[in-house]
């Protein structure tokens, strides 16, 4: 019999983070969009519960949940507003490239100052297989563009590639751009000129866990957009009456609302599998690597099947089903995207099983059939 029950103290951590979803975001989800700001109020809230500091080790503050915990937590917040999620966390998946590389101090060093913070990000930039930045390393400083990046503004830039993490805390700018997913983040693209390297921290093994956790992070969000475009969708189509009766009791579109919550549960599944791993000390960067391809592909799946369900409406703002199918493709896209993240569970795959060995044996020649 398997077992599907996380607990009571992680049932409390996602009917915390639903609340705080209810109360906070859902109201204003699009005034975060159009602003691409969040009130005061809201971050104080989310400081408040703790949220930020979920992964952190103990002795710094934080609550040392884990992963699961986390990925809690982001999908209950990104089904409500991705962007915004994104926004009120003051690290995001620059949390792993620190905490992998650098360890406890490093996190200290580049991490606390920012806990407390009103809107100081620390962003992410991959810089590994799939990345779109054009960067030129020297022995002190990184010059070269970011074409995009989910924010307007950064308190400083972590760089992680597949030999480890630098920080970059100046010498870069960012320019507005308009973007079209994960707007209540913002958006931007990035020039650095010369920007001396704050710290630097090698580490082939560490850099892949940092992706592999980074990858996660990204997978809990796409299950939140894709548990949210199959729920309101499939209440969309309970309501809407043609024939005499609801659509979503037509046979094709009851079998689609079907095809889309199995989809939705499927990638909950693969995260919360990677998650647990995590969690365990097991090696991970596979499951990882899988559990974003899956959430990214189910997303990628649910997402505009929910705007066809809705007809004309699902590409209006009075529904957020287009909103999601927009965020989803944002989110598919980073750490290299789908293709990335497939070599990568290639490649751990090949080096833990070892060579592939086929073997063929003539059939017995008195045997028919």
């Known amino acids: ?32 969009e159009s602003t691409r700001a969040l009130s005061d109020a809201t971050r104080a809230a989310f400081r408040d519960i703790g949220f930020a500091t979920l992964e ?41 490239a620190l905490v992998e590389c650098g360890g406890e101090a490093a996190l200290e060093r580049f991490g606390t100052p920012l806990a407390d913070g009103e809107t100081a990000r620390s962003v992410l930039v991959w810089c590994g297989e799939g990345c779109r930045a054009k960067l030129e390393f020297g022995d002190d400083a990184v010059s ?13 830039l972590v760089l992680l590639d597949a030999d480890g993490a630098h920080v970059v805390s100046e010498g870069f700018t960012l320019e507005p751009a308009r973007g079209a997913g994960l707007r209540a983040a913002g958006a931007a693209s990035v020039t650095l000129d010369r920007a001396p390297i704050a710290a630097s921290y090698p580490g082939g093994e560490a850099a892949a866990r ?55 549960d499927s990638a909950r ?24 391809i899956e959430a990214a592909e189910q997303a990628m799946y649910v997402t505009p099947n929910g705007v066809q369900i809705l007809g004309g409406h699902g590409f209006m703002q009075d529904h957020p089903v287009e909103k999601m199918m927009r965020e989803a493709r944002a989110l598919s896209l980073l750490f290299g995207g789908v293709d990335a993240a497939r070599n990568t569970a290639i490649s751990e795959l090949i080096e833990s099983d070892g060579p592939v060995q086929l073997t063929w044996e003539a059939p017995d020649a008195g045997r028919t059939g």
């Open 1 to 32: 019999m398997i077992d599907f029950e996380i607990g009571d103290e992680l049932e409390l951590v996602r009917a915390t983070a639903r609340e705080f979803a209810d109360d906070h975001l859902r109201p204003t989800l699009r005034q975060h």
């Open 56 to 96: 952190w080790p103990e002795s710094l503050g934080g609550s040392g949940l884990g992963g699961l915990a986390r990925f809690i937590v982001l999908e209950e917040l990104a089904a409500a507003d991705p962007g915004a999620t994104l926004a009120l966390d003051p690290l995001g998946p620059a949390l792993y």
């Open 144 to 156: 070269g563009a970011i074409p995009w990046l989910p924010a307007d503004a950064a308190a400083q």
């Open 210 to 264: 940092a992706a592999a956790r980074g990858r996660l992070y990204t997978a809990a969000m796409l299950v939140g957009i894709a548990r949210e475009s199959a729920d309101y969708s499939r209440a969309y189509a309970l309501d809407r009456v043609t024939f005499g009766k609801p659509i979503a009791h037509h046979q094709a579109l009851a079998f689609l609302i079907a095809d889309m919550a199995t989809a939705t």
């Open 269 to 292: 599944l693969a995260g919360w599998d990677a998650a647990w791993r995590l969690d365990s000390g097991h090696g991970a960067e596979e499951a990882c690597a899988t559990a974003f």
